[in-house]
């Protein structure tokens, strides 16, 4: 029998044991070898089994599904009347802006311009069984945003981890401090084709930019993280 | 063909055959007999062939035939039968454009006048088949067009289209009457441009609900001068501006125009002078139903009067960005109402009120659920010959507020009794007001219940839906059609597999707790043609139950469930005439859609010509 615990599959810090030093080091500006300091707690070899249990287990009982995330086609409400209703909305700024002269789109993928109703992107996360889609129109911020993946993937986790780390996850300031001992990295495509860290950018710009969303092992996310530096820097 | 029209040609055609009965002095056999053939002219053989006078009169007998599933009993009578029936066959329906090849169909039908043509599954609708999957009309309308050259009629539904096949199809058949496309893409206006104007003896042009990509290409221009023979015009679902002189020109010059709906570009104003050229027309799309912005300079037009004059008008759509102050114009036509469409329009309870109280006659009736359960129980009220409902979310997102609820649902089933079909979107619903609807209306064949929160309960004893459409599928013993939603164990699916004879289609999302669900459906329910199912706990054991069905469905949907290559792939190879397609929610060709075994999504389908040649990258045929 698989020690649970252990081969927790975590979203975010893992609690004071791993970045509790790091963190401590608040002294402005660190190398980068310093700074990411990546802890798996888990080896690839482990957890590949246990993204195989998972699927496994899948088969044999019956799957919860993933906690109220929004779900690709739900309601079934075809693109054109959405997209009639949505022109007829109030423009709040957060879901929709106004849909006057646009021709509908048929809303697969919403790469078009910044007027479609609905922007579609695919999320995945390394070890999962499969991806998840969700519309980014419907959050306002990062924090949405990230309530709505950790519910979404908290089925694939074992154990009682909630949705606490990933909250933090996606704050912006504590980025680099997330760096450190986190196992799971929140990265995005962007319309150039590169591989982003989510919460670089404004949440409009994230939102028009982004393309899909892999939530990947620490360990991957090692050449991305200068970036995340270099503008932490810029701003501060 | 009225039923008189019919039986004095048929008695036409008796007399014909039997004035041409008489005594051959020339041929030796005493039982030479001359017949004519359909064009009427005379045959005379010596001897003839029992065959042929079997075959003759059977065209003559078949031409009365109009139902598909009549013909085709016929054509599997035997061969003579299948070869008279084949020659006959006006009107051809084809589901699923990839149960068989064109090839196929011009081999057999060789006469061909309409065609109606179905292409991708319901649930591309929304957003769960990646772009480009296929459903093309160029290999159709290239192989009718040259076996076909006197097609009149096309009508196409969740298909591929592009302007070079409207181009091909505008050339190809110059007695082309009548074209319909549903929920079609791929084509602009310049495509509707050469149709309009090449497609000289046209009569039906309905483009609905479809994407129609703006070219800027004035389009309304392109028909041709003089009389034209417009009986529908449909435009509703085009989304850029349109010249509206050359658009009056045309009703002008159409006097048999009887449908015409209008795009949202279509102002009041404008609409209004339509209405005041075409007082004959009978089914009007009002577009925007708001006034242009320009300052009026003389006295404001006298909406009510042009509905006053529109005497025939008996269905009514649009309200695209209608002003509430204007509404009331529409209430001369009221009484005479039978259809009426405020899908588009968030229009209050108080709105509708003193609309819906003179709409006494309305059969068809479709709105948001900005009603409310009071505008439902308004209709509930005056509406007594209702025969299909739908209720749209304004909001449509899972979390939105949901003003309408089993107090509508219930007050409509109290107040329309002879209520046939129902799409219901709403929040909150319970097993009390659905079980009163089943016993309330038991004409209802078609039910569709859409709970938009995922797994709800009934909301007052927080029981699964079971019951409730348990009932439904009990009481409503003539019902076709069943979409179900809401929280729902196995046992929902027993019930609708022990009672649901007669479901042809059924739609699951986020319902059900095991195989043995999907399994009382498939051994239970032996009308069942069409299976679309989402996000259920659906597994190869249940697939496999399903074998000896497959066959005689037109196909089988089931996406983010829990099947396995494996399964799919048993299935494939134990049905040769079933084409398995799996392929996940992208069209990304980098797989990592799907991980290993997991299938997201199976399409599988008849097919009487193998594995389709066109299928994309991102799609296994197994």
């Known amino acids: 029998m698989i020690n649970f615990e252990a081969t927790e599959l975590r979203l975010g810090l893992p609690g004071g044991n791993h970045g509790g030093e790091m963190v401590g080091k608040n002294n402005g500006k660190r190398g980068f070898s310093e700074t990411v300091d990546l802890k798996l707690n888990l080896s690839s070899t482990v957890m590949d089994s246990v993204s195989k249990v998972d699927l496994e287990n899948m088969k044999e009982k019956v799957v919860k599904p993933p906690a109220k995330a929004q779900v690709v086609g739900w309601p079934p409400v075809r693109s054109f009347r959405k997209n009639v209703m949505s022109g007829q909305k109030p423009t709040t700024g957060d879901a929709t802006e106004g849909n006057d002269k646009t021709s509908g789109s048929s809303g697969a993928t919403s790469s078009a311009s910044g007027c479609a109703a609905v922007a579609y992107v695919k999320v995945s996360m390394d070890g999962a069984p499969y991806l998840r889609k969700i519309d980014l129109k419907l959050y306002k911020t990062y924090q949405d945003l990230s309530d709505a993946l950790s519910k979404m993937f908290s089925s694939f986790t074992i154990g009682n981890y909630g949705p606490q780390g990933m909250k933090d996850f996606m704050n912006e300031s504590k980025l680099i401090d997330l760096l450190n001992g986190s196992d799971y990295v929140p990265t995005y495509e962007d319309k150039d084709g590169d591989w982003m860290l989510v919460g670089d950018v404004p949440w409009e710009m994230f939102v028009d930019s982004c393309k899909r969303i892999r939530i990947m092992k620490g360990s991957e996310a090692i050449g991305l993280a200068p970036r995340a530096l270099e503008k932490c820097k810029n701003r501060s | ?622």
């Open chain 2, 1 to 622: 063909m009225t039923e008189e029209d019919s039986s004095a040609k048929m008695s036409e055609d008796v007399e014909q055959y039997l004035k041409l009965n008489p005594p051959c002095s020339s041929s030796s056999s005493s039982s030479a007999v001359a017949f004519a053939n359909k064009s009427g002219t005379f045959k005379s053989s010596s001897p003839p062939c029992p065959e042929h006078v079997l075959e003759n009169v059977l065209e003559n007998v078949l031409q009365f035939l109009t139902s598909r599933c009549d013909r085709n009993a016929v054509s599997l009578v035997c061969k003579s039968w299948y070869r008279v029936e084949a020659q006959t066959r006006f009107e051809v329906f084809i589901g699923n454009c990839y149960s068989l090849s064109p090839a196929r169909l011009t081999h057999r039908f060789k006469g061909l006048r309409s065609i109606v043509l179905k292409g991708k599954p319901r649930f591309a609708d929304f957003n769960l088949m990646p772009p480009n999957w296929g459903a093309q009309f160029a290999p159709w309308v290239a192989a009718t067009a040259k076996a076909y050259p006197w097609l009149e009629k096309v009508h196409l539904k969740r298909m591929f289209v592009t302007d070079d096949d409207l181009a091909l199809l505008a050339e190809s058949f110059p007695g082309f009457k009548e074209l319909t496309l549903v929920c079609c893409e791929g084509f602009g206006t310049s495509g509707i441009a050469v149709i309009a104007n090449k497609c000289r003896q046209l009569k039906v042009l309905d483009l609905v609900e479809s994407e129609v990509t703006d070219d800027e290409v004035d389009w309304i221009s392109c028909f041709p001068e003089g009389k034209s023979h417009l009986e529908s015009l449909s435009f509703d679902c085009v989304e850029s501006p349109i010249n509206f002189n050359a658009l009056e020109g045309l009703v002008v010059r159409s006097p048999f125009l009887k449908k015409l709906r209008t795009n949202r570009f279509v102002s009041l104003e404008e609409l209004h002078r339509l209405m005041v050229r075409a007082p004959q027309l009978t089914s009007l799309g009002t577009g925007s139903f708001s006034p242009d912005n320009a300052p009026q300079g003389e006295q404001l037009p006298d909406y009510a009067a042009a509905f006053l004059a529109c005497k025939s008008i008996v269905c009514l759509s649009g309200f695209r960005e209608f002003r509430p102050e204007y509404l009331l114009a529409i209430s001369p036509v009221c009484a005479n109402l039978t259809s009426l469409n405020f899908s588009y329009a968030n229009i209050s309870p108080h709105m509708l009120m003193p609309i819906i109280r003179n709409c006494h006659n309305i059969r068809v009736f479709w709105a948001l659920d900005s009603i409310r359960d009071e505008g439902l129980q308004a209709v509930a009220a005056t509406c007594k010959e209702l025969r299909e409902l739908r209720i749209f979310p304004f909001d449509p997102r899972e979390d939105s507020e949901g003003p309408v609820s089993g107090v509508g649902l219930q007050a409509i089933s109290e107040g329309c009794r002879k209520l046939e079909s129902i799409l219901y979107f709403c929040q909150r619903m319970t097993n009390e007001a659905v079980t009163a609807m089943s016993e309330n209306c038991p004409q209802l064949t078609v039910f569709r219940l859409c709970i938009m929160g995922r797994h709800r309960p009934d909301h007052v004893t927080g029981k699964p839906m079971d019951d409730g459409f348990g009932a439904i599928v009990k009481n409503c013993k003539k019902l076709t059609r069943l979409a179900v939603s809401g929280l729902l164990t196995d046992e929902a699916f027993s019930y609708i597999g022990e009672y649901g004879k007669l479901i042809r289609t059924l739609s699951v999302a986020f319902a059900g707790n095991s195989d043995k669900a999907l399994r009382y459906v498939l051994e239970g329910c032996p009308k069942l043609q069409k299976l679309e199912i989402r996000d259920s706990p659906f597994g190869d054991a249940g697939l496999r139950s399903g074998m000896h069905r497959y066959c005689n469905m037109r196909f089988v949907w089931l996406s983010s469930c829990v099947l396995s290559l494996g399964g799919c792939r048993d299935v494939a190879q134990a049905l040769p005439n079933v084409v398995v397609e799996v392929f996940g929610s992208d069209g990304d060709d980098d797989d990592d859609t799907v991980t290993g075994d997991y299938v997201e999504t199976l399409y599988l389908y008849r097919s009487l010509d193998g594995p389709r040649k066109d299928a994309p990258k991102f799609v296994t045929i197994l």
